[in-house]
Each structure stands twice: as C-alpha cells, then as structure tokens.
C-alpha cells in the first residue's frame, strides 16, 4: 500500500526557489506515476506536473512550463519538484499522489497530506 510523505515548502518572495520532494515510504515508484497538484482556498485542485518511476518522462501544466522541474530518485523511492521564479500565484497547498502507469493529469488515487508553499510580492 502506497503512503506519501512531503517536505519542503515554506514561504519565499517573488522571484524566489523553493524545492517539494515526495516519497512513497511504503514502496518502489516503479510502475507508478508521480504527481503534483495544489490547492487555493475556494478553487478546485489543479494538476502541476507528474513523472513516472521507471522512465522519468514528465507532464507539466502549461502554467509552470520552464519554471518547474520534476526528476527522481528510484533507490529513494522519491520524486522531487524544483520550483523556480516563483511568482505570488503559485501560493497553494501543494499535495503528491500516485496512480499507477503512465503519467496523467487525472486518475491518482493516493495522496499525501498536502504542503503548504507561500509566494509574497
């Protein structure tokens, strides 16, 4: 049974870095996808980015494209996004979740507990 954990997060300006990982502490992240989606008060939870465990290819939403990047480490059972130039937008609670095979933004049905990432102007 898939459980995952999140760390990073935390506030930065504008403009700023911040790095998430995820890990699936219960098992391998082969066969599976990783992915990233966040959350705002009163709005629906939007997809980020995924990567699979096996081959690292990679999805992202158009919103982050060139910021953000997702890589992995199979012997940790971890996946990491790195998240550049942050903008006060991105502000969310940033939440990891797997599904099994190839990456998607829907589908995912194991999730972490959810981070919280600050952007201030």
């Known amino acids: 049974q898939v459980q995952l954990v999140e760390s990073g997060g935390g506030s930065v300006q504008a403009g700023g870095s911040l790095s998430l990982s995820c890990t699936n502490t219960?098992?391998?992240?082969?066969?599976?996808?990783m992915g990233w989606f966040r959350q705002t008060p009163g709005k629906e939870r939007e997809f980020v980015a995924a990567i699979t465990g096996d081959f690292g290819n990679t999805k992202y939403a158009d919103f982050v494209e060139g910021r953000f990047t997702l890589s992995r480490d199979s012997d940790r059972n971890t996946v990491y996004l790195q998240m550049n130039n942050l903008e006060p937008e991105d502000t969310a609670v940033y939440y990891c979740?797997?599904?099994?095979?190839?990456?998607?933004?829907?589908?995912?049905?194991?999730w972490g507990q959810g981070i919280q990432v600050t952007v201030s102007s």
């Open positions: 979740a797997t599904r099994r095979g190839v990456v998607g933004t829907t589908g995912y049905d194991a």
């Open positions: 219960r098992g391998t992240l082969n066969g599976y996808s």
